[in-house]
T-cell receptor, first 113, second 115 residues
Framework: DAKTTQPTSMDCAEGRAANLPCNHSTISGNEYVYWYRQIHSQGPQYIIHGLKNNETNEMASLIITEDRKSSTLILPHATLRDTAVYYCIVRPPIYNQGGKLIFGQGTELSVKP | GAVVSQHPSRVICKSGTSVKIECRSLDFQATTMFWYRQFPKQSLMLMATSNEGSKATYEQGVEKDKFLINHASLTLSTLTVTSAHPEDSSFYIC???????????FGNGTRLTVT
């Protein structure tokens, strides 16, 4: 399974963009990059995923480098409710172990007033 | 959006008893569900993959006879912690996806405390 490396923690000012980096240098061509977040004592919440192209939805944007060895999750206008642990996960294809998600330690994002 | 429901959200049981946790996909059918466990200040650890109509696949180090998984229908998987001990106290979370292209959606977890 491709491993990911994320900073342990980050701070962000409320209203500013939060840019969360993730390294996945051993990613394979058919593996997706997924981002989830977990607010304390809740189940993880799906944010976004991508393969090669940059992606955007109502929650965030995902920027994947051309060589796919790293990516950045962008929360354009962070609010206090975005304080959570953010997980970057490389997902194997479905035919490989059912596409299960293996969680790393994630980045603890603190959004401050 | 896809909703996964877990029940109960909290349970306290005595050592030696068994506890059943239910995971339901409310608005979609899920042929595959996943069960995770999370200890305080740690990340989620995958326990097993639950496949509808067949045996679950357990991760290395997870005792299949202790953590019984049943996936009898396309919308329900259950995890039974048998003969629970205090060290089984943890946050148990299930997840499911609608199809191979869909992201996994997670339940809100079950906090088990064994006294």
């Amino acid at each position: 399974d491709a491993k990911t490396t994320q900073p342990t923690s980050m701070d962000c000012a409320e209203g500013r963009a939060a840019n969360l980096p993730c390294n996945h240098s051993t990613i394979s061509g058919n593996e997706y990059v997924y981002w989830y977040r977990q607010i304390h004592s809740q189940g993880p919440q799906y944010i976004i995923h991508g393969l090669k192209n940059n992606e955007t939805n109502e929650m965030a944007s995902l920027i994947i480098t051309e060589d796919r060895k790293s990516s950045t999750l962008i929360l354009p206008h962070a609010t206090l409710r975005d304080t959570a642990v953010y997980y970057c996960i490389v997902r194997p294809p479905i035919y490989n172990q059912g596409g299960k998600l293996i969680f790393g330690q994630g980045t603890e994002l603190s959004v401050k007033p | 959006g896809a909703v996964v429901s877990q029940h109960p959200s909290r349970v306290i049981c005595k050592s030696g008893t068994s506890v059943k946790i239910e995971c339901r996909s409310l608005d979609f059918q899920a042929t595959t569900m996943f069960w995770y466990r999370q200890f305080p200040k740690q990340s989620l650890m995958l326990m097993a993959t639950s496949n509808e109509g067949s045996k679950a696949t357990y991760e290395q180090g997870v005792e299949k006879d202790k953590f019984l998984i049943n996936h009898a229908s396309l919308t329900l998987s259950t995890l039974t912690v048998t003969s629970a001990h205090p060290e089984d106290s943890s946050f148990y979370i299930c997840s499911a996806r609608e199809n191979e292209e869909s992201p996994l959606h997670f339940g809100n977890g079950t906090r088990l405390t064994v006294t």
